[in-house]
Nanobody
Framework: VQLQSSGGGLVQAGGSLRVSCSAS????????MAWFRQAPGKERDFVAA????????YYSDSVKGRFTISRDNAKNTMDLQMNSLKPEDTAVYYC??????????????????WGQGTQVTVSS
């Protein structure tokens, strides 16, 4: 499985951005998918996750109400719509996929596949 992330960029505080993730290869191995982010000098933190069917989503407290995760299984894509962006949202955003049906969605050790990361910068 290969994950390719795209989108991101530079935006002013209060603005919106969308990052996308495209999966290829043995995509039937992927059940849950997620976004993590890593700011300079910090750990890679959980942002949002979505189950295989797309019927359940999970968010970190810091983005809840502002970000929306979605997936299109027919196209093997996953998106993260980010609204009301804040400077503290600045980070490299990574998409991740897991073949595990259970486990903790926010635990990065649960994820087998990772994209290369895309930069999101929010200016104040």
């Amino acid at each position: 499985v290969q994950l390719q992330s795209s989108g991101g960029g530079l935006v002013q505080a209060g603005g919106s951005l969308r990052v996308s993730c495209s999966a290829s290869g043995r995509t039937f191995n992927i059940y849950k998918m997620a976004w993590f982010r890593q700011a300079p000098g910090k750990e890679r933190d959980f942002v949002a996750a979505i189950r295989g069917s797309g019927d359940s989503t999970y968010y970190s407290d810091s983005v809840k109400g502002r970000f929306t995760i979605s997936r299109d299984n027919a196209k093997n894509t996953m998106d993260l719509q980010m609204n009301s962006l804040k400077p503290e949202d600045t980070a490299v955003y990574y998409c991740a996929g897991s073949s595990r049906r259970f486990g903790t969605y926010s635990d990065r050790s649960e994820y087998d596949y990772w994209g290369q990361g895309t930069q999101v910068t929010v200016s104040s």
